[in-house]
């Protein structure tokens, strides 16, 4: 019987691996989901999915690069140890049984995009981007989430640009799926 997403919907599975500070980021990232789903009318079940998702996202983050780069698929395991969580958390809940494709790549790229992430993928990316217990740019990232959800098209696209930006300024590779996915943004933003 295939795993439910919802079953998560109310907090970390048995096996996280995530500290306070962890836990404490994880809870506000909840919070923004549910808040924006309510804002966009979503149903019980599409609300308790993005629940799910933001308790699942970062459920493996304190893990060690040692524990998670074999979990994740070989074409992921070069990503940097700080970036394999999410790949990690999602192979695992695939080995449970999840088959909530939309919930599933939501978990594995919400640190890097990816161009076929639905709203819930997005919503996510956004949240944890954008959640105030961040110490950076807390002035800037407090303008976005008040542009929350009514105008989340373009506060993606500012997001994304802002950490592709960032990317470039400190001279990293950017990976395929974070280009596919800015250039996804963009043509909805268009579309819209």
Sequence with gaps: MPLDPVDF????????????ERRAHVARVVALLDEWAVALG???VDRRRARAAGWLHDSLRDATGDELRPMVAPELRDLPRKLLHG???????REEGMVDRDVLRAVSFHTVGHPELGLLGRLLYLADYLEPGRPFDEEHRAELRARMPADWRSVLQTV?????????DSGNT???ETMGFWNSVVADLDKA
Excluded: Q, T, Y
Excluded at 9 to 20: E, H, I, S, Y
Excluded at 87 to 93: H, K, S
Excluded at 160 to 168: A, D, I, Q
């Design 42 to 44: 979503m149903s019980e």
């Design 174 to 176: 950017i990976r395929p």
């Design 160 to 168: 994304v640009k802002s950490r592709v930006k960032h990317l470039l």
């Design 9 to 20: 919907a109310d907090g970390f599975p048995d096996w996280a691996v995530a500290g306070p």
């Design 87 to 93: 790949p990690a958390a999602a192979a695992r809940l």
